[in-house]
């Protein structure tokens, strides 16, 4: 929902908007006398934004209401939205635990290869205890 400071208008203006817009111009004729007095008064410039507030003033208060939202395609966004974050959250929770499996497993590997000196070691499987060492200590 809008507030009152803001208004959902048509990127071109209608007819009434212009009509309107153009019809704001202070007139001797037409204007109140105070505020034509006070016109009178103001340098070019603030005539001229004046008349720029006044005209936005009367574009606005003339704009067509925008059309009614579709409840159906919003009702399938939203949903369409919440099933996203739903597995978003879902893979979220599935990272955390494999992190989790994966410091668990680096912790007992480290304890393992410490206890016992006669375990062999290739290239291979120092690469891959690397690789998770430095997986599990990215920042996330």
């Known amino acids: 929902m809008m507030n009152t400071q803001w208004k959902l208008v ?3 203006p209608t007819e009434t908007m212009v009509i309107n817009g153009f019809e704001s111009v202070p007139n001797e004729c037409f204007t109140d006398e105070e505020v034509w007095e006070q016109y009178q008064e103001m ?3 603030q005539q001229a934004a004046f008349r720029a507030r006044l005209c936005w003033d009367a574009m606005l208060a003339s704009a067509p209401e925008p059309p009614p939202a579709d409840t159906g395609e919003v009702a399938r966004l939203t949903a369409e939205r ?3 974050q739903l597995r978003l959250n879902t893979a979220d929770q599935r990272i955390d635990e494999q992190c989790a499996l994966m410091r668990r497993l680096v912790r007992n590997v480290d304890q393992e290869t410490c206890c016992a000196e006669d375990l062999e070691q290739d290239d291979q499987f120092n690469y891959i205890l690397k ?5 599990i200590t990215a920042p996330q």
């Open 10 to 12: 048509p990127v071109e």
């Open 82 to 84: 919440d099933a996203l």
């Open 131 to 135: 690789s998770m060492r430095k997986a």
């Open 43 to 45: 340098s070019g410039c």
